[in-house]
Nanobody, 127 residues
Framework: QVQLVESGGGLVQAGGSLRVSCVAS????????MGWFRQAPGKERAFVAAISWNGAGAYYADSVKGRFTISRDNAKNTVYLQMNSLKPEDTAIYYC????????????????????WGQGTQVTVSS
């Protein structure tokens, strides 16, 4: 069992930065791929970024590539999403998720491979 708790969301002006964090409980964190997804009002949940269990591989949605960075600290059971050059269209609830079943990295953009989810943290970017 893995429990995930996100934090760090808030209100920021366009062009600004935020870092959201996700702390995991459970022994499987360090062997799990982790993902960030977001959901804006009236829209479906969308892939943002994912990272391999050891941090060696990171993958991004085209819409955030070059602006967002995913990282992890297995000693702290924490995964981060650094968001720079934020745009109003980045406004959404951001969720972290854990994949404990060693799915192929090519499936990490699919929310269905993740077994555990946090409650989400709101990120609002004003224009």
């Amino acid at each position: 069992q893995v429990q995930l708790v996100e934090s760090g969301g808030g209100l920021v002006q366009a062009g600004g930065s935020l870092r959201v964090s996700c702390v995991a409980s459970g022994r499987t964190f360090s062997s799990s791929a982790m993902g960030w997804f977001r959901q804006a009002p009236g829209k479906e949940r969308a892939f943002v970024a994912a990272i391999s269990w050891n941090g060696a591989g990171a993958y991004y949605a085209d819409s955030v590539k070059g602006r967002f960075t995913i990282s992890r600290d297995n000693a702290k059971n924490t995964v981060y999403l650094q968001m720079n050059s934020l745009k109003p269209e980045d406004t959404a609830i951001y969720y972290c998720a854990a994949d404990t079943t060693y799915s192929d990295y090519r499936s990490w953009s699919d929310w269905r491979v993740y077994e555990y989810w946090g409650q989400g943290t709101q990120v609002t970017v004003s224009s």
